[in-house]
């Protein structure tokens, strides 16, 4: 079996508060893979700490077999909207031309060819049309399709998406959807923050469930039933009893 993510034992803290314990898993190539669990649960703290944007207590995280340091250019991350200084003066083109140059080299710029690419990246998600906007004058599901296409631009095995469709429009987020669908059917494969429990089954193929440690991981099924999501969140789920339940 391939996996393209392996970790093994993984903790983190902040200021010498316990933020995740013991996390173990691996994901196979061409996964979707949502990770989900109540507040403060450290959803976005593994996404970051598998990354090394954040320390590590102890652990080890492979990507592709190796180190992230390794691998980084095979890596596209998008972070929460709220992280982004929309005020910063760029254009979207200009945004998503900052996808090609970690494939460019530190001494080489961005010529022709990488803006024809990342024209093509905004119309894949349906913003060719704004590519001479200021970034910040774009609404939260915009801004946030103009990142997913500067990821697209880096052209990566795997890609990390924290909380992608909060504050954004239906329309948007459907859009978004369907290109992390398309990714995955093209052989990449994806992981997403997410926190409406509702979709999950719609959108992801696995599920991560976290409250601080690894509640389960594993098919939609297995994780999505009574006994797991009220273990990883206790009583915070009025409609727990009408799920139905489909696994251990």
């Known amino acids: 079996m391939s996996y393209i993510l392996t970790v093994k034992d993984l903790h983190v803290s902040y200021y010498g508060s316990e933020a995740l314990r013991d996390i173990s898993f691996s994901v196979e190539k061409q996964k979707l893979v949502g990770?989900?669990?109540?507040?403060?649960?450290?959803?976005?703290?593994?996404l970051k700490s598998l990354l090394k944007l954040i320390p590590r207590d102890k652990g080890e995280v492979t990507i592709m077999g190796k180190e992230v340091e390794q691998v980084r250019?095979?890596?596209?991350?998008?972070?929460?909207?709220?992280?982004?200084?929309?005020?910063?003066?760029?254009?979207?083109?200009?945004?998503?031309?900052?996808?090609?140059?970690?494939?460019?080299?530190?001494?080489?710029?961005?010529?022709?060819?990488?803006?024809?690419?990342?024209?093509?990246?905004?119309?894949?998600?349906?913003?060719?049309?704004?590519?001479?906007?200021?970034?910040?004058?774009?609404?939260?599901?915009?801004?946030?399709?103009?990142?997913?296409?500067?990821?697209?631009?880096?052209?990566?095995?795997?890609?990390?998406?924290?909380e992608p469709f909060v504050g954004i429009d239906i329309a948007s987020e459907e859009t978004i959807i369907q290109i992390l669908k398309g990714l995955r059917d093209g052989g990449k494969t994806v992981l997403?923050?997410?926190?409406?429990?509702?979709?999950?089954d719609e959108y992801f193929d696995e599920l991560v469930l976290l409250n601080k440690e690894l509640v389960r991981y594993g098919s939609v099924g297995e994780v999505m039933n009574p006994n797991m999501i009220a273990k990883a969140y206790g009583g915070q789920l009025s409609f727990l009893k009408d799920m139905v339940v489909t696994g251990a």
Not at 35 to 46: C, D, E, F, Q, R
Not at 192 to 200: A, F, G, N, Q
Request: hydrophobic content about 40%; charged content about 25%.
């Open 192 to 200: 997403v923050v997410h926190h409406d429990l509702s979709k999950s």
């Open 35 to 46: 990770i989900i669990g109540p507040n403060g649960a450290g959803k976005s703290t593994l």
């Open 73 to 162: 250019k095979q890596i596209a991350y998008v972070p929460q909207r709220s992280n982004i200084d929309w005020d910063f003066p760029i254009s979207v083109l200009e945004t998503v031309v900052l996808g090609t140059y970690p494939r460019l080299g530190v001494f080489h710029r961005p010529k022709k060819k990488e803006k024809l690419w990342a024209l093509e990246c905004l119309e894949k998600v349906g913003m060719k049309s704004f590519a001479d906007r200021q970034i910040g004058e774009l609404s939260g599901g915009q801004q946030q399709r103009v990142f997913l296409a500067r990821a697209l631009a880096q052209e990566t095995e795997i890609f990390f998406l924290d």
